[in-house]
């Protein structure tokens, strides 16, 4: 049992690791690392994730599991001098019990490059398992020798549904959690304190912890932690939000029609408005996805990589470094030249299908790998286009019932006017 007077989050810390709750990603079964640590033959690793994701529970239940001895290090108020001491100790526990130290260096990411090296020859020699945690990306801070001798291991900040029953478990937990007080939480206070953490289990719990010893001062007997205790106790209002109601639809309607507009103004203050909210980040970088190629397409083709690298700094890096991804994505592509030629191109297409069926492939542009093919005419007729000037040479590529049917008919503006430059150009050669 930990500590009694510890912090919440500290004493509901994992002792198992069937108790951790998110990271599937990582300690799915039959995961390396979940065989790793159940059998005890370890490898060195670092751990990169944001705040508050289990990079020091991980570290721990290492050290639990395998019955190795497990040494703390922080790269914030530690230097070269206490490694020293470190590594000392752990040349003299194994020597007496062949057992590696598992040595978990916090912030490693702080040590510069010159630190970094005194790590290698322990960690070369087997004598450390070294288990750093990191919120920066190691390609960039972590020196190639290091971590060509440890593996990079991916946090994910966690997700709402992992929030919540970590924090349902601190309630109803008698031994190390909040059991005992037999205090209420209601939903909307709850759904607050996950909004409020931004993915760190860390702060969730200490802010349940605070916000369950203010409602324990009222003089009533049944305790129940409401939102309005909640935003008293932390000194934070909830933003009125319904996920699954009206707001939630009204909020996303407002930022994309804001972008759509070409308003940068108007397109940060809603995506910061849902964000603060609580919104899920993906869920916007997913419909920011779809703008790029809904409302802006080949206008400007580079604003769906801009997109998607916005949708992929939070998958990789979270809360709070990459909201500013998601902010430059909205900037970028409420200023892109607005095309939905695209979109519109999709619908014509899906309702000639729909009206016309599956028809023929014509001959001349099927494959045809076999004899019997080539004698029912297969590819018969086919004109090579690189074998032409411009790599260019008129032939039918379209079903026999639709030819000369126009399904993208591009703009005038951005790419799209070059786009329409071309394709007039060619109509003029044929």
């Known amino acids: 049992?930990?500590?009694?007077?510890?912090?919440?989050?500290?004493r509901m810390r994992p002792k198992k690791v069937e108790e951790i709750i998110g990271q599937?990603?990582?300690?799915?079964?039959?995961?390396?690392?979940?065989?790793?640590?159940?059998?005890?033959?370890?490898f060195s690793v670092i751990f990169w994730g944001p705040p508050g994701s289990g990079k020091t529970t991980l570290a721990k239940l290492m050290s639990q599991y395998s019955e190795n001895p497990f040494r703390a290090f922080s790269a914030v108020t530690s230097g070269v001098k206490e490694l020293r001491k470190i590594i000392a100790e752990a040349q003299k526990t194994f020597e007496l019990t062949e057992k590696r130290t598992v040595l978990f260096v916090d912030e490693i990411h702080r040590f510069n490059k010159a630190q970094q090296d005194a790590f290698l020859p322990y960690v070369e020699s087997?004598?450390?398992?070294?288990?750093?945690?990191?919120?920066?990306?190691?390609?960039?801070?972590?020196?190639?020798?290091?971590l060509s001798r440890a593996r990079v291991m991916v946090l994910q900040p966690l997700g709402q549904e992992?929030?919540?029953?970590?924090?349902?478990?601190?309630?109803?937990?008698?031994?190390?959690?909040?059991?005992?007080?037999?205090?209420?939480?209601?939903?909307?206070?709850?759904?607050?304190?996950?909004?409020?953490?931004?993915?760190?289990?860390?702060?969730?719990?200490?802010?349940?912890?605070?916000?369950?010893?203010?409602?324990?001062q009222d003089q009533v007997p049944q305790k129940v932690l409401d939102l309005e205790k909640t935003e008293v106790a932390l000194s934070k209002k909830a933003l009125p939000y319904d996920k699954d109601g009206e707001e939630h639809y009204n909020l996303i309607s407002a930022f994309h029609k804001s972008?759509?507009?070409?308003?940068?103004?108007?397109?940060?203050?809603?995506?910061?408005?849902?964000?603060?909210?609580?919104?899920?980040?993906?869920?916007?970088?997913?419909?920011?996805?779809?703008?790029?190629?809904?409302d802006i397409g080949l206008a400007d083709p580079d604003a769906l990589q801009v997109a998607l690298g916005a949708f992929e700094a939070w998958q990789k890096i979270g809360p709070p470094e990459a909201e500013l991804a998601l902010a430059e994505a909205a900037?970028?592509?409420?200023?892109?030249p607005k095309s939905n030629a695209l979109y519109l191109a999709e619908a014509t297409v899906k309702r000639e299908i729909e009206h016309s069926g599956p028809q023929p492939v014509p001959l001349h542009?099927?494959?045809?790998?076999?004899?019997?093919?080539?004698?029912?005419?297969?590819?018969?007729?086919?004109?090579?286009?690189?074998?032409?000037?411009g790599a260019r040479i008129k032939q039918e590529y379209l079903p026999e019932k639709m030819k000369d049917r126009l399904f993208y008919?591009?703009?005038?503006?951005?790419?799209?006017?070059?786009?329409?430059?071309?394709?007039?150009?060619?109509?003029?050669?044929?």
């Open 365 to 389: 542009i099927r494959n045809a790998p076999t004899r019997l093919m080539k004698k029912l005419g297969y590819s018969k007729g086919y004109l090579y286009p690189h074998n032409y000037p």
């Open 331 to 336: 900037v970028y592509l409420a200023m892109s």
């Open 162 to 216: 992992d929030l919540k029953a970590i924090l349902l478990r601190a309630i109803k937990d008698k031994q190390e959690g909040l059991g005992d007080l037999k205090i209420e939480i209601l939903p909307d206070a709850l759904a607050h304190l996950i909004d409020l953490s931004s993915g760190d289990a860390r702060v969730a719990l200490n802010n349940l912890e605070i916000a369950v010893l203010y409602t324990m």
């Open 24 to 42: 599937d990603h990582i300690l799915g079964p039959g995961s390396v690392l979940l065989r790793a640590i159940e059998s005890g033959q370890l």
């Open 409 to 430: 008919r591009p703009t005038g503006r951005g790419l799209e006017k070059e786009i329409r430059r071309r394709m007039e150009e060619q109509k003029k050669k044929e």
């Open 259 to 294: 972008m759509r507009g070409g308003d940068p103004q108007a397109s940060l203050y809603w995506l910061y408005r849902m964000l603060m909210a609580g919104e899920d980040p993906l869920f916007i970088g997913r419909r920011m996805v779809r703008f790029a190629t809904e």
């Open 1 to 10: 049992m930990n500590n009694p007077k510890a912090p919440l989050a500290e």
């Open 126 to 146: 087997g004598l450390v398992i070294l288990v750093g945690a990191t919120t920066q990306n190691p390609s960039f801070e972590i020196i190639p020798p290091l």
